[in-house]
């Protein structure tokens, strides 16, 4: 979308909800294939290794990168935006069309696009988010972008183009369907920073209710504009990269592109102001189509819709019916917790990092389950957090599951951090419990602790003969010891735990061989 003319947003002001792009074509989607203009100074698509901007070595030119984003959130609703027609994700190709969308009996073209373009629905505003940084990635900064504009617009057709077979099919499914129109000022300079804020404000709208925003299933499709230029120099012409619908790729496909404009430059070419794909199979974006010629929208307000009306407390007529009017004030005193209030909570309850508390939260289902554990668990929240962060997460990460696909269940984790808090355990047997949990449904802890015969020894007295026997056996070890030399005790803990078959708590042990040892 062309950048729009802004108007400043003052309640009570009559806000015209449409215009008619007849610019459009009638259904135009994005071509899955690449084609290019052949015009000098574009890329092959051969993909180049991926360098992010970096701090130049000496004698090299310093480069800056810009980054700004359009985001289209498909709204929350059962039905399209002007029709009654229904609204699913993977349904057959045009079995979700009406006469209105598919502007028939024909009186106009179909596929123009409704939207708030010049008089969007909110202006001037901003979203933080936080951003993971150092060696560890242990670090958080908070960065800022701002908001240009928020409107409302129809979503528009797809055109699946097969260029073996030389047909273009239209599926208008998806045409009329109700979009949230985010753009955001070009405050980025990378990929990590435009996912993170694109993750930021998709956990906003989904905590919201806004929009469900998979983005698997195309709910939040992302554009990014990306430009590189010598600092203190005027910006650099910029491209668009389309149809983003993965925070992955989005990161990617910016660093790509900013590297590919840097080199495009150093080696004499020059950019064009283009639209661009992003090849995930390659690892690099294509382009799709130039943008040299000035495109003509020609907007015009829309005659069958009345205004929207948007009032606060202060500009609320005498007498109106709550029910009828959109009051800003009243909306905002019903809204939820916020994402970031939620991850300020959970520092300041849980005494976690802030790190961690960004972690629970970016991971869908992850926050609700670290909760259920905690309600039935006596383990300290340090622990808490620490399975289920790095115990886990992890073994979600591996085999590729969301957290409702885990078949360890928030009951089952409580009772073995349960186990390991009263000492029943060690922590290297809780490992096992937890690996045979993950393999074995509808077992409990205490049965696998049970079968494996994986519980810590209670007998002292049977515990410190193994001590004895083992400190005979290596005589050597013991006389480093008494050296002064601080790993043989570690290696003393560790024979006594091996001939334990590891059911021995590592901190008696040790308190059992310092006692036979001390003078």
């Not at 000496?58 to 959130?73: C, D, P, Q």
């Not at 060696?135 to 928020?150: A, F, G, H, P, Y």
């Not at 990269?241 to 990161?251: D, G, H, M």
Request: proline share 6%.
């Amino acid at each position: 979308m062309a950048a729009p003319v802004v108007s400043r947003l003052c309640c009570g002001r009559r806000w015209a909800l449409a215009y008619i792009n007849r610019g459009s074509r009638p259904g135009t989607g994005t071509p899955t294939g690449s084609r290019s203009s052949g015009k000098r100074g574009q890329s092959s698509v051969v993909p180049q290794p991926l360098i992010t901007a970096e701090k130049p070595r000496k004698g090299e030119h310093e480069w800056a990168a810009v980054v700004g984003l359009e985001i289209h959130a498909q709204i929350a609703s059962n039905s399209k935006l002007f029709s009654g027609s229904q609204v699913h994700f993977a349904a057959p190709p045009n079995s979700l069309v009406s006469f209105f969308d598919a502007s028939l009996p024909g009186t106009l073209p179909a596929g123009y696009q409704i939207t708030q373009h010049r008089l969007p629905i909110a202006v001037n505003g901003s979203l933080a988010y936080s951003l993971c940084v150092g060696k560890k990635r242990s670090q958080l900064i908070s960065k800022t972008v701002r908001i240009k504009q928020i409107q409302l617009e129809q979503d528009s057709g797809k055109s699946l183009h097969d260029d073996q077979q030389s047909q273009t099919l239209i599926d208008l499914n998806r045409a009329g369907v109700g979009l949230l129109e985010v753009v955001l000022e070009p405050d980025m300079s990378c990929g990590e920073e435009a996912a993170t804020a694109v993750r930021e404000l998709q956990l906003i709208l989904q905590t919201l209710g806004t929009s469900q925003a998979n983005m698997a299933e195309g709910q939040l499709r992302v554009d990014a504009n990306i430009s590189v230029h010598h600092p203190g120099e005027p910006l650099g012409v910029r491209t668009e990269v389309k149809n983003l619908n993965s925070a992955r790729f989005l990161a990617k496909a910016i660093d790509y592109e900013i590297q590919r404009q840097i080199s495009e430059l150093e080696n004499g070419g020059e950019i064009l102001n283009e639209t661009r794909s992003f090849d995930y199979k390659l690892g690099c974006t294509v382009p799709m189509r130039d943008k040299e010629g000035k495109q003509d929208y020609r907007f015009i307000p829309e005659p069958n819709l009345p205004p929207l009306l948007l009032y606060d407390s202060a500009s609320l007529p005498a007498g109106a019916d709550p029910q009828q009017v959109i009051d800003i004030d009243r909306i905002r005193e019903r809204l939820p917790e916020l994402p970031s209030v939620t991850r300020e909570k959970l520092v300041q309850q849980y005494g976690m990092l802030p790190e961690h508390s960004l972690t629970l939260l970016n991971e869908v289902g992850l926050l609700e389950f670290f909760q259920n554990v905690m309600k039935e668990t006596r383990a300290e929240p340090k622990k808490v957090t620490s399975w289920v962060l790095n115990t886990f997460l992890g073994f979600l990460k591996q085999q590729n599951l969301a957290v409702r696909e885990s078949p360890v269940t928030p009951s089952a984790l409580a009772e073995l951090l349960n186990l390991l808090d009263r000492k029943a355990i060690s922590s290297s047997a809780a490992k096992q419990v937890f690996e045979e949990l993950w393999r074995s449904k509808g077992k409990t802890p205490a049965q696998i602790v049970s079968e494996k015969k994986l519980g810590l020894m209670q007998d002292r007295e049977t515990l410190e003969q193994l001590c004895q026997a083992t400190m005979e056996e290596h005589a050597q070890v013991v006389m480093d010891m008494k050296k002064g030399n601080p790993r043989a005790i570690n290696k003393l803990i560790g024979l006594v735990r091996k001939a334990t078959l590891s059911r021995a708590d590592p901190t008696v042990i040790k308190e059992i061989l310092e006692k036979k040892l001390s003078p």
